[in-house]
């Protein structure tokens, strides 16, 4: 195959000049195509069938022990200048990068199939989707790929309509972590990524282009690319508010947008329809409120924790048609992770398990499938203009301070809550877990430019006539003395979805406070929970003496990115010291 696109041609022919395949496909998103990479990883140990009777079509992959999670150290963003990639990215000057990266791809997909993957971000005909193309040496990222965006023959066509793309080039190599690298150059629409076949470095429809790459086109073309989850909540009399939430890799997103209401609240008639679990475009519609769209189309969820008790929707998407990445096996070949009943037997490593070695499963181990195997699959999650967003939340692994919910006073607050997010580190990156960082928007790894420039282009959507959403923040994973989580969290947090809900439709009052608006007591239903006195309080307690600490650090940080922080975030941190100083000497 070939394109009749000249310029996808020629960079096709490009790449095979360089690495030198023995083979070129390209990807036409087929179901015999897919069956075909199946047979073929199966032969290569690329793949391991599963238990076929329990779970149809489902597989395992066991990737290089090295080779688990997302590598920031050797994430670069290669703007022209190094001030446009801003503190908050590892920067490289783009020719530099590109020496680096060829020498690298030089040759080395001698004896191997060259696949070229052409894919769409979004419903394929959407005005808010975009397009790409992956070439990879990989076949565990064609298959991959399949599942996470609309691959193949549309989007082939999509591209020759519209004529531009994100071109990303990606090889396995050695997998050798002193030789691995995720390059992207914004503004040449390119992302280079050596020596990891892991999600995020790999698939790079991903991160790698959904946020790195769009976040930057987006800032210029007025429109938003967010490491969020879209969900719509619906209400017994059937009106549905699609709320979108930014957490922290492993924090929480996919559980959100799965959630399973609690029973009296079904028995209610309340409903959730999942639209996204990880990313999120939006931009103003007509009407002046944003409008979002998932621009995935599967879901690269965590596996450990996910069970019945907390998330039945997942597993079921998950018990058919699923490639599952380093989680254990049972004596029966069915995948397993901690936080499941029944035993493992094999480790992510293929080991027999000891819990000497570690958990059974590893702590970033994933399955991938596609969206529409979701129970709660929004009916809405493929439309072409979005679903629009009433609210905004924000939250991360707070285990003091942070009560569980509290709403930003107007945009701008909103913006600087965001800015302001704090979480411990997860095993979605490489590196310490369990480390408090701040993490602004969930956007920390995945921001594509300044962070300065990313906060001054939020602020710009506060226009005349925008129809904005409430902005929340919210805190699941408040821990008490004895270490453990003050809030029961999963499908119990539609319980604060639901005053959100309230607040936007101005039913509840709430208690406004220096750091924002709380709910009043009896706004949110506890009272069927089991939460003892002293844990409510915890929950809804706002700290001023914590909190005045808590802004200093905020100052500090927002005083880190230099001159293009905007000054209205500034001032809004000092409003709020402020108000929290005032609160505290008047009686
Ligand atoms: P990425 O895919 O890495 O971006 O992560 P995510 O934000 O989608 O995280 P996910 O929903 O997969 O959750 C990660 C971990 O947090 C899982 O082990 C969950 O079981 C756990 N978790 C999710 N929601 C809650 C909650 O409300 N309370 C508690 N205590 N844990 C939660
Ligand atoms: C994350 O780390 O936030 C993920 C998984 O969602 S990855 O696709 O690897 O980035
Ligand atoms: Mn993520």
Redesign the pocket.
Known sequence: MSSKLAALQRWVDEVAALTRPAKIHWCDGSESEYQQLVQQMLQTGDLIELNQQTHPGCYLHRSSPSDVARVEHLTFVCTKTEEDAGPNNHWMAPADAHAKMDALFDGCMEGRTMYVIPYCMGPIDSPLARCGVEITDSPYVVANMRTMTRMGAAAQARIEREGTFVKGLHSTGELDPERRFIMHFPEELTIKSYGSGYGGNALLGKKCHALRIASYQAKSEGWLAE?M?IVGIENPQGETHYIAAA??????????AMLIPPEAYRQDGWKVWTVG??ICWMRPGADGRLYAINPEAGY???A???SDA??PNALSTIARDTIFTNVAVTADNQPWWE?LPGTPVTDWQGRPYDPANGPAAHPNSRFTVSAKQCPTWSPRAEDAQGVPISAIVFGGRRPSLIPLVFEAKDWKHGVLVGAAMGSET?A?ATGAVGVLRRDSMAMKPFAGYHYGDYFRHWLSFDQPGAKLPKIFHVN??RKGEDGR?L?P??GD?LRVLQWMIDRVEGRAAGNHTPIGTLPKAGEIELDDLQLDRATIDTLFHVDHAGWTAELAAIGEYLDSFGERMPTELHDEQQRVAKALHDAAVTP
């Not at 957490?247 to 959100?256: E, M, R």
């Open positions: 490491h989850l957490f922290p890799s492993a924090c929480g997103k996919t559980n959100l679990d990880d690269f969820g965590v450990p924790g996910t907390t998330n936080g997860t979605a699941w994973f989580f809030w969290g999963f947090n």
